[in-house]
Nanobody, 124 residues
Framework: QVQLVESGGGLVQAGGSLRLSCAASDRTFTTYVVGWFRQASGKEREFVATISWIAYIIVYADSVKGQFTISRDNVKSTVSLQMNSLKPEDTAVYYC?????????????????WGQGTQVTVSS
């Protein structure tokens, strides 16, 4: 089973940008749908964005459309999340998740593998 490791989180001021990266342990990653989710303290884990294995289908949560961009590099087995114009309400632990084959989905129950998460904190 593929293993995922997120990186790129940190502390940023409101209006700033961060780029998160999700690295996979093996090349079969190219056949996985990958999603980004986030969980703020005391809240449910929520969908952020997802991308199909050849980047043909991309779906964003309404709350991040036009602000975040998901992309993937199947040669490097990575999926990135570019986050711009960050707001304090974007503060959360961000997780990437993978789903073998299938179609992109916003439902966290449909993902098989999860990373450990990376903290993003946006100060006002």
């Amino acid at each position: 089973q593929v293993q995922l490791v997120e990186s790129g989180g940190g502390l940023v001021q409101a209006g700033g940008s961060l780029r998160l990266s999700c690295a996979a342990s093996d090349r079969t990653f190219t056949t996985y749908v990958v999603g980004w989710f986030r969980q703020a303290s005391g809240k449910e884990r929520e969908f952020v964005a997802t991308i199909s294995w050849i980047a043909y289908i991309i779906v964003y949560a309404d709350s991040v459309k036009g602000q975040f961009t998901i992309s993937r590099d199947n040669v490097k087995s990575t999926v990135s999340l570019q986050m711009n114009s960050l707001k304090p309400e974007d503060t959360a632990v961000y997780y990437c998740a993978a789903r073998r084959l299938g179609t992109p989905t916003r439902y966290k129950e449909e993902y098989d593998t999860w990373g450990q998460g990376t903290q993003v904190t946006v100060s006002s």
